[in-house]
T-cell receptor, first 112, second 115 residues
Framework: GQNIDQPTEMTATEGAIVQINCTYQTSGFNGLFWYQQHAGEAPTFLSYNVLDGLEEKGRFSSFLSRSKGYSYLLLKELQMKDSASYLCAVRVLTGGGNKLTFGTGTQLKVEL | DSGVTQTPKHLITATGQRVTLRCSPRSGDLSVYWYQQSLDQGLQFLIQYYNGEERAKGNILERFSAQQFPDLHSELNLSSLELGDSALYFC??????????????FGPGTRLTVL
C-alpha cells in the first residue's frame, strides 16, 4: 500500500516563502503531484515530478528525492489567495491503469 | 474551469436510497477517475475507467459501482446509502492511460448529503 505524510497546518506571512514537505512510502512509484484545493472546490494541478530534482513553475517549485521518498512544494512571494489546502499525491501504476493516492493535505494560512 | 463537468452539484437523500452521479470528461480525454472526499478521510481514489473499460480500483465499496459509456461520460452509482457516505465526490479525467506527464483535471464535484 501507500503511505503519505504531510503537515496538517502551516502559517506564513504575505510576501514570504513557505516550504511544504511530503514523505511517502510506496511500491510502483510513477510520479508525484502537488495539487491546490480551496475549501469546497476542486483540486487544481500545480506541479509534477517523476525524476529527482527541482521543477520550477513561476512562484511554485517542487522537489523530489526518490531515494528518500521525499518531496517539497516551495511557494514564493506568498499572496493571500494562496491560503488553501495543498495535497501531495503519489501515482502508482496498477496493472492496466494508474491511481493517485493523496495525502490528507496541508492547510496553509497566509497572514498579513 | 477544468472542462470536466459533473451533475448534480448537490444531492440530498435518505439512508437506504440509491443515487447516480454523472461526469463528462474534458473533450478528448479517455480516462475517467472517481474520488470520494470526506472530512475525516481526505481524497480517496475509487475507480478508473479508460475508453469504457475498468482499469484500476481503489477502496470502492461493493455498494458502489461505476461505468463509462461509449460517449466517454461516466456514472457512479451509490446504493443502500449510509450516513457515512456523505461526502464530496469528484470526477477527474486525463488524456492518456498512463504516461510520464498525465495530470488529472478535476470536475467541480457533487456534494452528497445522506440524512
Amino acid at each position: 500500500g501507500q503511505n503519505i505524510d504531510q503537515p496538517t497546518e502551516m502559517t506564513a506571512t504575505e510576501g514570504a516563502i513557505v516550504q511544504i514537505n511530503c514523505t511517502y512510502q510506496t511500491s510502483g512509484f510513477n510520479g508525484l503531484f502537488w495539487y491546490q484545493q480551496h475549501a469546497g472546490e476542486a483540486p487544481t494541478f500545480l506541479s509534477y515530478n517523476v525524476l529527482d530534482g527541482l521543477e520550477e513553475k513561476g512562484r511554485f517549485s517542487s522537489f523530489l528525492s526518490r531515494s528518500k521518498g521525499y518531496s517539497y512544494l516551495l511557494l514564493k512571494e506568498l499572496q493571500m489567495k494562496d491560503s488553501a489546502s495543498y495535497l501531495c499525491a503519489v501515482r502508482v501504476l496498477t496493472g492496466g491503469g494508474n491511481k493517485l493516492t493523496f495525502g490528507t493535505g496541508t492547510q496553509l494560512k497566509v497572514e498579513l | 474551469d477544468s472542462g470536466v463537468t459533473q451533475t448534480p452539484k448537490h444531492l440530498i437523500t435518505a439512508t437506504g436510497q440509491r443515487v447516480t452521479l454523472r461526469c463528462s470528461p474534458r473533450s478528448g480525454d479517455l480516462s475517467v477517475y472517481w474520488y470520494q472526499q470526506s472530512l475525516d478521510q481526505g481524497l480517496q481514489f475509487l475507480i478508473q475507467y479508460y475508453n469504457g473499460e475498468e482499469r484500476a480500483k481503489g477502496n470502492i465499496l461493493e455498494r458502489f459501482s461505476a461505468q463509462q459509456f461509449p460517449d466517454l461520460h461516466s456514472e457512479l452509482n451509490l446504493s443502500s446509502l449510509e450516513l457515512g457516505d456523505s461526502a464530496l465526490y469528484f470526477c477527474a479525467s486525463s488524456s492518456l492511460l498512463a504516461s510520464s506527464y498525465n495530470e488529472q483535471f478535476f470536475g467541480p464535484g457533487t456534494r452528497l448529503t445522506v440524512l
